[in-house]
């Protein structure tokens, strides 16, 4: 295929409850460090939550922080981190050809549910509003501050995709490369979730909102006594740029995307279909042009939730029956769901194994659910498998969105 | 309130909205938008914590009155009395 056509990964940055690099969040990932704490949430109290710790005043002047949202930080610190990470001379980049696309769960809940709690505090005065809150939660608004922050003149946007979001947004960066309307992409998820109360009291209404005397054992997909989701945030967004452009500077090229599909159930508001999720792979296997056997590692979506986890494990049972040599992990036992960075985060997570042929575990799975049984599921300590070609990246959300992307050892 | 309360109390407020700037060197009698780098919202979030933090209220005309501190502590201090 000509080298135009082929986009490859060239910076990776991110920031997850349990690391603020790649290098630190595939040691802790391997080491079975888990990155969920208690902390207060607003009107419930103690709660099983992933924050994370980088820098927010690294790439971001405190008065620009203080404008803009906990979204907007860690979108700029991620893109700042895998600008950085690539090499790539910013200063001499056309920026009216660099895109922004961040996938998103949801935007502007921890701003509308802070300033109504202020309006409460202050006996209901509605002046008090601030004149910040629409910038603030328009939903193109985590995207918007990267290219603030960077200068970007080219298109800047989010995909509002539920849990999805992280390949979502990968998945128009590549898109949007291969229409030529870029040169280069800044793109993938982003979450700010755990900083909204909202999102929590839904969990527990739906009976779904992991707990655990020990926070680090709270999320625990697969397990027979996993209780649910522990919410997190965080961020990954990659440079993708064409190979041909990669090559012409001689860039670090960590993979190439060679397949994805999204699709939609069609069928509930939250509860999954597993017949969709096999229909995804599949999909996203056959634009890869290559078969189920293919795939070295397939990192499982696994929320911890009770119907969600049999259905997908259900669904990568019929989508791998093939498949002898597929090793299945999952990620969400060390740093709870980052909802809209889920899928970017959890697929920078395996990306190592390319070099260093290892499939980092699932953790917490104390007891393992009958039926959450699969073929060569790696938990709770990491498994040396070799030589590692194709990694394939679940990620699927609230009314029925599945995403699955394919990402290729670069040789 | 003496006029040095009233001047506390607004570089308090700016101090917290331009964490950035230094406003320990300040003319008090120079435009601030000169000196600091603040903008209309930036503006707007100083009458907002004026209504938040000492329920004193500038309607939207009286805006230019804050123009520097000199104005601000002439314009408020009557509203703090």
């Not at chain 1, 999204?262 to 999909?283: G, L, T, W, Y």
């Not at chain 1, 953790?363 to 194709?390: R, S």
């Amino acid at each position: 295929m000509d080298d135009t056509q082929r986009i490859v990964m060239t910076g990776i940055g991110l920031t997850a409850p349990n690391g603020n690099n790649l290098e630190e969040f595939r040691q802790n990932l391997l080491a079975c460090k888990s990155g969920i704490q208690h902390a207060e949430i607003r009107y419930m109290g103690k709660q099983a939550a992933g924050f994370c710790n980088f820098d927010e005043f690294k790439y971001q002047s405190k008065k620009l922080r203080r404008r803009g949202t906990r979204a907007g930080s860690i979108s700029i610190y991620c893109a700042n981190e895998a600008l950085k990470d690539s090499g790539i001379n910013f200063e001499a980049v056309d920026k009216s050809m660099v895109g922004v696309y961040l996938g998103i769960t949801e935007h502007g809940n921890v701003e509308t549910e802070e300033e109504i709690f202020q309006m409460h505090q202050n006996n209901l005065d509605w002046k008090l509003w601030s004149p910040h809150h629409n910038p603030r939660t328009v939903s193109n608004s985590p995207a918007g501050e990267v290219t603030l922050n960077l200068n970007i003149t080219g298109p800047h946007y989010t995909l509002g995709s539920a849990c999805a979001g992280g390949n979502v947004g990968i998945i128009q960066g590549v898109q949007q490369l291969l229409l030529g309307e870029v040169d280069l992409a800044l793109a993938g998820g982003i979450s700010e979730s755990s900083q909204t109360f909202g999102i929590f009291a839904a969990f527990a209404a739906q009976g779904a909102l992991a707990h655990h005397d020990d926070p680090t054992l709270a999320s625990r997909p697969l397990d027979k006594n996993r209780n649910g989701i522990a919410i997190s945030e965080g961020g990954a967004v990659y440079v993708l740029e064409r190979l041909s452009d990669a090559k012409k500077r001689n860039a670090k090229i960590y993979c190439e995307i060679v397949g994805y599909a999204i699709n939609s159930d069609a069928s509930d508001f939250v509860n999954p279909n597993s017949e969709r999720q096999v229909e995804c792979m599949h999909k996203a296997i056959k634009r890869a042009g290559i078969t189920v056997s293919d795939i070295d590692i397939l990192n499982m979506h696994a929320t911890g939730t009770g119907t969600g986890d049999v259905n997908e494990t259900q669904a990568v049972r019929v989508a791998f029956a093939e498949s002898s040599k597929t090793y299945v992990n999952f990620t969400k036992g060390h740093i709870g769901h980052c909802m809209g960075a889920a899928g970017a985060l959890e697929l920078a997570g395996n990306i190592p194994s390319f070099t260093d042929g290892v499939v980092h575990p699932g953790m917490n799975v104390t007891e393992l659910d009958p039926e959450c049984v699969v073929k060569n599921l790696v938990i709770n300590e990491p498994k040396l498998i070799g030589n590692v070609n194709y990694i394939l990246n679940n990620s699927f959300g609230m009314l029925g969105i599945n995403s699955a992307l394919i990402v290729k050892k670069y040789s | 309130m003496t006029a040095n309360n009233v001047r506390q109390i607004v570089l308090d407020i700016i101090a917290d909205i331009a964490p950035d700037e230094d406003v320990t060197s300040i003319d008090d009698s120079k435009s601030l938008r000169e000196q600091l780098d603040l903008d209309s919202m930036d503006f707007l979030d100083i009458v907002m914590e004026l209504r938040k933090r000492h329920k004193v209220e500038v309607p939207q005309e009286d805006y230019p009155k804050l123009a520097t501190l000199e104005s601000c502590v002439s314009y408020l201090s009557p509203k703090f009395a």
